[in-house]
């Protein structure tokens, strides 16, 4: 089997970023692209990331600094570091305002929808859990629902999370296209969510056909919205399909679906870094590009004994 590349954590987390950086100017109608062109851009005139990278940094770093889920720490994080500057989903912008005025995690995510958001906040940042739980299926699993719950307690929302990160892990090992869409079927069915068999059918389809698959297809079938269901296997859809191809291929058919374009392309970004590799990523700069470089070296390093043991044996 694969020994997975310091190369392929560098390209999970800098194509997460990147992808990010290439969606936000696209995502929503014509007023939040307005807003953007105002806001996207660093003193220095760097592309800005949104908040889908500043979630997965506060998970990465958390990650390191506490070597496992800290659902406290987390929700800390996440709340000390929003910025409206950010773009954050509206009820996931409340709820971490709650928590930064003292309201306890588990009280602050449901109180804006009972049943916790079913936005895709929690699958946005899914990638990096594959990084800390490179080999084992069941343990990325728990600590994907423990990162999710945080701020997306809904089922929905963590079963979006989890195909994203069980898709993360997959890519890592470089698994096939046939493998991938098994085990994320049996996830999908595992967890009895409905909603994610239907579209897996739909991106299989799409995946196997033959000629040209148009953008209005995609959007139709897959979806291409700020819920998890709505964007999940978006994402998964493209980075499957293109993930031979180059990545500026893959990212301008996730910006001619528009709509969250941002999230989509985060996600199929981190998808298709982790399997060819930060070597592989059109080489632009952006928003502390080098502090995500030494995020991902720092969580290879730390997983690296992990990753030998496994091979040895
Ligand atoms: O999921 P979230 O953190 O981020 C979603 C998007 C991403 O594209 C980001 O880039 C950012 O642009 O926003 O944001 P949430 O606010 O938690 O969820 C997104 C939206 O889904 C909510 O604002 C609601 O409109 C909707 N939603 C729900 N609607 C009804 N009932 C989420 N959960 C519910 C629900 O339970
Ligand atoms: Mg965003
Ligand atoms: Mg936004
Ligand atoms: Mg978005």
Not at 177 to 199: H, M, P, W, Y
Not at 208 to 213: F, I, L, N, P, T
Request: aromatic share 8%; hydrophobic share 40%.
């Amino acid at each position: 089997h694969h020994q997975i590349l310091r190369e392929q954590y560098l390209g999970c987390v800098q194509g997460l970023a990147l992808g990010d950086v290439l969606g936000a100017p696209y995502e929503g109608g014509p007023l939040e692209r307005a807003l953007w062109w105002c806001l996207g851009k660093t003193k220095q005139g760097l592309p800005r990331w949104t908040d889908d990278t500043q979630m997965s940094i506060n998970l990465l770093e958390s990650l390191l600094d506490l070597q496992g889920i800290d659902q406290e720490d987390l929700a800390q994080r996440f709340a000390l570091s929003y910025h409206w500057t950010r773009g954050y989903g509206p009820s996931a912008a409340k709820l971490l305002k709650r928590i930064r005025k003292g309201q306890a995690w588990q009280s602050a995510s449901r109180a804006i929808h009972p049943q916790g958001s079913f936005g895709n906040g929690a699958a946005m940042r899914a990638p990096v859990l594959a990084l800390f739980y490179p080999q084992d299926r069941v343990q990325l699993i728990q600590a994907t629902e423990r990162s999710a719950v945080v701020t997306h307690a809904h089922p929905l929302a963590i079963a979006g999370a989890t195909i994203i990160s069980l898709a993360t892990q997959d890519m890592l090992h470089r698994r096939n296209l046939e493998e991938i869409l098994a085990n994320t079927l049996s996830f999908c069915r595992e967890s009895g969510a409905q909603a994610f068999v239907k579209k897996l059918e739909a991106a299989r389809t799409l995946l196997v056909k033959q000629g040209e698959v148009k953008a209005p297809d995609i959007r139709r079938q897959l979806g291409n919205g700020i819920t998890a269901v709505d964007s999940c296997l978006t994402a998964l859809y493209l980075a499957l399909r293109f993930r031979d191809a180059p990545f500026m291929e893959m990212i301008e058919c996730a910006i001619k679906l528009g709509g969250d374009t941002d999230t989509i392309s985060t996600m199929a970004g981190a998808l298709w870094g982790a399997y060819n590799g930060d070597e592989s990523l059109p080489p632009l700069d952006f928003e502390e590009k080098g502090h995500l470089h030494q995020l991902a070296l720092a969580v290879f390093e730390r997983m690296q004994t992990k990753i030998d043991a496994q091979l040895a044996s």
